[in-house]
Antibody, heavy 121, light 108 residues
Framework: AQLVQSGAEVKKPGASVKVSCEGS????????FNWVRQAPGQGLEWMGR????????RYAQKFHDRITVTTDASRNVVHMELRSLKSEDTAMYFC???????????????WGQGTLVTVSS | SYVLTQPPSVSVAPGQTARITCGGD??????VHWYQQKPGQAPVVVVY???DRPEGIPERLSGSNSGNTATLTISRVEAGDEADYYC???????????FGSGTKVTVL
């Protein structure tokens, strides 16, 4: 299994960013996918998830009004859009696949390489 | 929201045992997962469902979970174990994932 994310982004405050994550080597539709971010020198922060098999999404309260996670299952891709960017959103953004199929509470078994998003005027 | 508490750092000499704790309200009733992250790399799961190890993770890394504390134990510590370690649970009430603040393990 492999997850490959889109490339680094530089955005101005107030803009939006959309990060993509393409999966291969497994049955994409059987899993949930999460987005986790890590600000420079800081810890891991869960942002939200989508379960491809039923289309359900869940978002952390901190981001719920600024984030949208979608999937294009025909292309084995998950997207995360974050709007109204602030300098504090500068971070590495990771997608991570559930470790087990059809399991809402699974561990995160596979991670993408990360996408650096820089927010600066 | 559910909170997981980890010590910021643990130092250990090579060959000794490191224990990293993860505290949470009745965490023993949840499944705890542990991730290792080395500088510049994505996290890797090293223990899942309290005490299971993915293929390729050495038996020196083990997990336990009871009451209000989960523990990741690294036996016979090696220089390559130096990394940040994070615990994580799924909060059934909110259907949200929660990470601990992370523990930096330093090999002396």
């Amino acid at each position: 299994a492999q997850l490959v994310q889109s490339g680094a982004e530089v955005k101005k405050p107030g803009a939006s960013v959309k990060v993509s994550c393409e999966g291969s080597g497994f049955t994409f539709g059987n899993y949930g996918f999460n987005w986790v971010r890590q600000a420079p020198g800081q810890g891991l922060e869960w942002m939200g998830r989508i379960t491809v098999y039923n289309g359900n999404t869940r978002y952390a309260q901190k981001f719920h009004d600024r984030i949208t996670v979608t999937t294009d299952a025909s292309r084995n891709v998950v997207h995360m859009e974050l709007r109204s960017l602030k300098s504090e959103d500068t971070a590495m953004y990771f997608c991570a696949r559930d470790g087990t199929q059809y399991d809402s509470g699974s561990y995160l078994g596979y991670w993408g390489q990360g996408t650096l998003v820089t927010v600066s005027s | 929201s559910y909170v997981l508490t980890q010590p910021p750092s643990v130092s250990v000499a090579p060959g000794q045992t490191a224990r990293i704790t993860c505290g949470g309200d009745n965490i023993g009733g949840k499944s705890v997962h542990w991730y290792q992250q080395k500088p510049g790399q994505a996290p890797v799961v090293v223990v899942y469902d309290d005490s299971d190890r993915p293929e390729g993770i050495p038996e020196r890394l083990s997990g336990s979970n009871s009451g209000n504390t989960a523990t990741l134990t690294i036996s016979r510590v090696e220089a390559g174990d130096e990394a940040d370690y994070y615990c994580q649970v799924w909060d059934r009430g909110t259907d949200h994932y929660v990470f601990g603040s992370g523990t930096k393990v330093t090999v002396l």
